[in-house]
């Protein structure tokens, strides 16, 4: 569970060495406390229990203890724990923290005893390729994406979920730079696997990026019928930023379709499961629908609070982009 292993060979055997070990050890009447500790020294197990205490404490709406956790877990740990702290960091809007992160991964991968042709080092170049393709550079993003997948056995089933991850990476760089039938091609080759391996949760990923895909081809009953498929399946389960994102969907589609008013329950929710989970980046993104739809439908007071909002928060990350688009909204308020 702590230590990278390059195939379930190398984690029979390690698994086997380790339990001879402990044999010997309880045999003797006396005592022993045993450390789970690698070569390398570091306290993988704490710091793989700080980790996951950090990720549900942002789960549960509290984002800066969380975020002392990753924090703490990143300084003690691998690089599971660096990439834990990136994914926080890139969702708090700070990408140059997120990338240096994953760059610490990377280097630990290179530098330890981890195995390069391994899921988690594919998992650390797919996670800095995301957030070239965040940062508007998505030509590097495709080509490190690519790269990433020549990492993995897909013989292997933790290696098949990484490699639906980096597929949902490829696809939306593809989305970025306007190849919609390449985009197609990698959501459709992730939904497949995952149907297969029927998780429901990474299906609603697949059905996320779809919908995203066909909002972008305005095949708009195409991708309410995703959104809609994704929104149902995901309210029986605890929220995360994939339910967020379906909701921003839902809101998205209703407000190209001409029916803002039946995208503001979708827009608050979106909004209120982003702020439980301290994704800086989602709320905002909420707040600009909200913004939009509430213009939309007539209603400028709420969407100027809501546009003003969005302004403070994309301002506040230097995110300028997010600024020049609520901005726009401002503006042309009384159209």
Same mark, same amino acid.
């Given at each position: 569970m702590y230590e990278a292993v390059?195939?379930?060979?190398?984690?029979?055997?390690?698994?086997?060495?380790?339990? &001879?070990?402990?044999? $010997?050890?309880?045999?003797?009447?006396?005592?022993?406390?045993?450390?789970?500790?690698?070569?390398?020294g570091r306290d993988v197990l704490h710091a793989a229990n700080l980790r996951l205490r950090g990720e549900k404490? $942002?789960?549960?709406?509290q984002a800066d203890a969380g975020r002392i956790a990753l924090r703490e877990a990143a300084t003690l740990g691998g690089p599971g724990e660096h990439l834990a702290y990136a994914r926080f960091l890139a969702r708090d809007g700070d990408f140059d923290g997120a990338y240096a992160s994953t760059q610490h991964a990377?280097?630990?991968?290179?530098?330890?005893?981890?195995?390069?042709?391994?899921?988690?080092?594919?998992?650390? @170049?797919?996670?800095?390729?995301?957030?070239?393709?965040? $940062?508007?550079r998505d030509v590097d993003a495709i080509g490190r994406l690519r790269q990433a997948l020549t990492l993995l056995d897909e013989r292997d089933a933790f290696g098949q979920k990484v490699r639906c991850r980096i597929l949902d990476e490829l696809g939306l760089a593809y989305l970025k730079v306007?190849? +919609?039938?390449?985009?197609?091609?990698? @959501?459709?080759?992730? &939904?497949?696997?995952?149907?297969?391996?029927?998780?429901?949760?990474?299906?609603?990923?697949?059905?996320?990026? +779809?919908?995203?895909?066909? #909002?972008?081809?305005?095949?708009?009953?195409?991708?309410?019928?995703? %959104?809609?498929?994704?929104?149902m399946t995901l309210r029986g389960m605890p929220p995360t930023a994939l339910h967020a994102?379906?909701?921003?969907?839902?809101?998205? #589609?209703?407000?190209?379709?001409?029916?803002?008013?039946?995208?503001?329950? @979708?827009?608050?929710? %979106?909004?209120?499961?982003?702020?439980?989970i301290g994704?800086?980046?989602?709320?905002?993104?909420? +707040?600009?629908?909200?913004?939009?739809?509430?213009?939309?439908?007539?209603?400028? $007071?709420?969407?100027e609070a809501y546009a003003r909002a969005c302004l403070e928060l994309n301002e506040s990350m230097r995110n300028t982009q997010g600024v020049q688009e609520a901005q726009w909204i401002l503006d042309h308020l009384n159209e």
């Open positions: 390059a195939d379930a060979r190398e984690l029979k055997n390690k698994l086997k060495e380790r339990l &001879l070990t402990w044999e $010997v050890l309880a045999s003797s009447k006396i005592p022993r406390h045993i450390e789970l500790l690698p070569s390398s404490l $942002v789960e549960l709406g990377i280097d630990q991968i290179l530098d330890g005893a981890s195995h390069l042709y391994s899921p988690l080092a594919a998992e650390a @170049f797919a996670a800095q390729a995301g957030l070239l393709r965040r $940062v508007g306007d190849d +919609l039938p390449m985009a197609r091609r990698n @959501f459709d080759d992730a &939904l497949m696997a995952r149907r297969h391996a029927g998780n429901e949760l990474d299906v609603c990923q697949s059905l996320v990026n +779809l919908a995203r895909l066909e #909002v972008r081809a305005k095949n708009l009953q195409m991708a309410a019928d995703y %959104a809609d498929e994704a929104v994102n379906a909701e921003v969907l839902g809101a998205q #589609v209703r407000l190209r379709q001409g029916q803002p008013n039946d995208g503001l329950p @979708f827009g608050e929710r %979106a909004l209120s499961l982003n702020r439980q994704n800086r980046r989602g709320e905002a993104i909420s +707040l600009k629908l909200l913004a939009q739809c509430y213009r939309a439908s007539g209603r400028r $007071v709420e969407a």
